[in-house]
């Protein structure tokens, strides 16, 4: 009867180690997300005379695993 114990509660420990296996919930949620990652995120366009057009081109990179939705930029 001891041993029929003792596998019982082997089987019960193992049933619940393996609920701990693969990944939390916490790291399946990170993994959905849409992580934005932006190379120089700051521009110093220097002086420009009142009226004139500056350009520049910032390099935006999605490290997550959903899609990246940019719906607006503004200056800053």
Excluded: C
Excluded at 3 to 24: C, E, H, N, P, Q
Excluded at 54 to 68: E, I, Q, S, T, Y
């Amino acid at each position: 009867m001891r041993m029929r114990g003792s596998i019982i509660w082997g089987f019960l420990v193992l049933i619940v180690l393996a609920g701990y296996t693969g990944y939390t919930q916490a790291e399946m949620d990170k993994e959905a997300l849409a992580i934005i990652e932006v190379e120089m995120p700051t521009y110093d366009f220097g002086r420009a005379p009142q009226g004139e057009v500056v350009k520049h081109d910032f390099r935006v990179f999605n490290r997550g695993a959903a899609p990246l939705d940019i719906k607006s930029v503004k200056p800053g």
